[in-house]
């Protein structure tokens, strides 16, 4: 399984834009790239995923490398509701579905 | 639509004892998928259910078992419980491979405490 590299943990204010990176060197050319999150005492819940392009939904964007070996997930406005674990994740859709998740990075806002 | 529900929300068990949870999938999915995440840890992914087969598995012992049913719920078993074995059980469902859409919605988890 490709693997995924993320900074243990980070912080941002409350308010601000928070960017999550995750380094994927080894990703293949059918990896999608996910993200997912864990909020305390629940199950981990979808962000968003891409491909290669750019990605924007109501929760977050997505930008990936030109390269494909890096990514950023990137949270506009950080309300204290984002502190969670976040998963960055690859998943070749083709061959597979399952999830495989690292440590993540664990998010602290700062009110 | 009650998105994933896993059953019981809390379980104490003995060692040596065998435990099984339940999961229901969010409507319309037929791909159940079990983990294990210890405290502070990712979730561990044990097996994934397609069909009513184990499609994939995780490095897990064969004391780890499941089962999925017509309906698409599926159980987890484990027997012979281990300390070790204290966790937090997610059940995730989706949609097969192939499906352009592939979020996975999980359950809130059942916390299982061997002693």
């Known amino acids: 399984d490709a693997k995924t590299t993320q900074p243990n943990s980070m912080e941002s204010n409350e308010e601000e834009p928070v960017h999550l990176p995750c380094n994927h060197s080894?990703?293949?050319?059918?990896?999608?790239i996910h993200w997912y999150r864990q909020l305390p005492s629940q199950g981990p819940e979808y962000v968003i995923h891409?491909?290669?392009s750019n990605v924007n939904n109501r929760m977050a964007s997505l930008a990936i490398a030109e390269d494909r070996k890096s990514s950023t997930l990137i949270l506009h406005r950080a309300t204290l509701r984002d502190a969670a674990v976040y998963y960055c994740?690859?998943?070749?859709?083709?061959?597979?579905?399952?999830?495989?998740f690292g440590k993540g990075t664990r998010l602290h806002i700062l009110p | 639509d009650a998105g994933v529900t896993q059953s019981p929300t809390h379980l104490i068990k003995t060692r040596g004892q065998q435990v099984t949870l339940r999961c229901s999938p969010k409507s319309g999915h037929d791909t159940v998928s079990w983990y294990q995440q210890a405290l502070g840890q990712g979730p561990q992914f044990i097996f994934q259910?397609?069909?009513?087969?184990?499609?994939q598995r995780g490095n897990f012992p064969d004391r780890f078992s499941g089962h999925q049913f017509p309906n698409y719920s599926s159980e987890l078993n484990v027997n012979a419980l281990l300390l070790g074995d204290s966790a937090l059980y997610l059940c995730a469902s989706s949609l097969g491979i192939g499906h352009l859409n592939t979020e996975a919605f999980f359950g809130q988890g059942t916390r299982l405490t061997v002693v």
């Open positions: 259910y397609y069909e009513e087969e184990e499609r």
């Open positions: 891409g491909l290669t």
């Open positions: 080894t990703i293949s050319g059918t990896d999608y």
């Open positions: 994740i690859l998943r070749d859709l083709n061959r597979d579905d399952k999830i495989i």
